[in-house]
């Protein structure tokens, strides 16, 4: 394996082909989970999900723990301010699937190009279609 990943990598910097030889020899398959963005359930009383058990997406978006965090705590923030925490179950599940719908979008399309058979050319497109577009305002 190390020898085969020498050759794709051929030519590329000599600090990243370094890191084949300083691997162990343990060599694992990790499957990437997601499920489809936009993915909501029918509100079931008595039970809720939040984080990646709600929308597990591929980490190519980078923003998933944010996510996780976030709905923790509007979920906390609706338990205290509602009268009745079904009350707030109810209310924080739709927010919840607007807000993590255009992170899965983005992280499917992330993972889309980054793992195909093009995605070192594609990957340079986007690079370079950012670098090329205007800074959005701070404010
Ligand atoms: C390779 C990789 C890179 C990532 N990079 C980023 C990144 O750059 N930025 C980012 O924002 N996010 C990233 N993420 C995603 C981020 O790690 C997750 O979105 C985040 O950890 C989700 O938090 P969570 O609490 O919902 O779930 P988890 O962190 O998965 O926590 C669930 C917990 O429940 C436990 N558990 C499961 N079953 C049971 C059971 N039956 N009983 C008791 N406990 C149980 C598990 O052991 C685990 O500790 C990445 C993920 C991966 C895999």
């Known amino acids: 394996m190390r020898e085969a990943l020498k050759r794709e990598f051929d030519g590329f910097a000599e600090d990243i082909i370094d890191l084949f030889a300083a691997s162990n020899e343990h ?11 936009g993915h909501c359930w029918a509100h079931r009383p008595g039970l809720t999900l939040l984080g990646d058990a709600a ?9 998933s723990v944010n996510n996780a965090m976030l709905d923790a705590a509007e979920l906390a ?19 919840m699937f607007a807000r993590v719908a255009e992170s899965a979008h983005g ?25 090329t577009a205007p800074l959005e305002s701070a404010g």
């Open 55 to 63: 929308h597990v997406m591929s980490p190519f978006g980078g923003d």
């Open 27 to 37: 060599f694992a398959v990790q499957h990437i989970y997601a499920l489809p963005a």
């Open 107 to 131: 992280a499917a399309e992330a993972a889309a190009t980054f793992l195909s058979h093009d995605g070192e050319a594609l990957t340079l497109d986007m690079y370079r279609m950012h670098s």
């Open 77 to 95: 923030r609706l338990l205290i301010e509602r009268e009745h925490w079904a009350e707030a179950v109810i209310e924080f599940e739709p927010l």
